[in-house]
T-cell receptor, first 113, second 115 residues
Framework: QQQVKQSPQSLIVQKGGISIINCAYENTAFDYFPWYQQFPGKGPALLIAIRPDVSEKKEGRFTISFNKSAKQFSLHIMDSQPGDSATYFCAASLRTSGSRLTFGEGTQLTVNP | DTGVSQDPRHKITKRGQNVTFRCDPISEHNRLYWYRQTLGQGPEFLTYFQNEAQLEKSRLLSDRFSAERPKGSFSTLEIQRTEQGDSAMYLC?????????????FGPGTRLLVL
């Protein structure tokens, strides 16, 4: 059962543009929603995370927007840079289930110079 | 380096052989997770430990897979009688129960290729 769906599968953005990646979840009990960045040959690294009691969280160029009623959340990367080229995963977890992460399928972002 | 470490980074084995991977978590972390990631997919949960206790196993973890975390420190993941379908990246992550958000920090992974 795919509980977290992510789109698009791939995204090409020009340097300085805005990258937007979307995720939808099914389990309304999820209580933690992180975004991870992964470079080839490396493990995922946490970028930013949000809890469902807030609708937006911003850290530097990265913003999560959260819509609890629609069961959707998105990652916005402002002023995208070539160094942001990586695969991005959204995830969700539930504290009472040991906080194990359920990941989306991933979005391969390419930022052209 | 105080991050999560995994060994080996790469493993090539023949079908039917047994393999064992090791994960060393961040020292003060009491939770340790194993995930499997196939090419082009997100990581999938396999199992997790709280201290030395294995609290949950995914149905993905067949009887050929076993994980341990003796003394609540490092962990090992063993695959017996490997199959070609076991080829994947095996990721370990650790976190501290009680920390706000319980951020999971991932290691670099062990890439397994079964011939």
């Amino acid at each position: 059962q795919q509980q977290v769906k992510q789109s698009p599968q791939s995204l090409i953005v020009q340097k300085g543009g805005i990258s937007i990646i979307n995720c939808a979840y099914e389990n309304t009990a999820f209580d933690y929603f992180p975004w991870y960045q992964q470079f080839p040959g490396k493990g995922p690294a946490l970028l930013i995370a949000i809890r469902p009691d807030v609708s937006e969280k911003k850290e530097g160029r990265f913003t999560i927007s959260f819509n609890k009623s629609a069961k959707q959340f998105s990652l916005h990367i402002m002023d995208s840079q070539p160094g942001d080229s990586a695969t991005y995963f959204c995830a969700a977890s539930l504290r009472t289930s040991g906080s194990r992460l359920t990941f989306g399928e991933g979005t391969q972002l390419t930022v052209n110079p | 380096d105080t991050g999560v470490s995994q060994d080996p980074r790469h493993k090539i084995t023949k079908r039917g052989q047994n393999v064992t991977f090791r994960c060393d978590p961040i020292s003060e972390h009491n939770r340790l997770y194993w995930y499997r990631q196939t090419l082009g997919q997100g990581p999938e949960f396999l199992t997790y430990f709280q201290n030395e206790a294995q609290l949950e196993k995914s149905r993905l973890l067949s009887d050929r897979f076993s994980a341990e975390r003796p003394k609540g420190s490092f962990s090992t993941l063993e695959i017996q009688r490997t199959e070609q379908g076991d080829s994947a990246m095996y990721l370990c992550a650790s976190s501290f129960l009680g920390q706000v958000g319980e951020t999971q920090y991932f290691g670099p992974g062990t890439r397994l290729l079964v011939l």
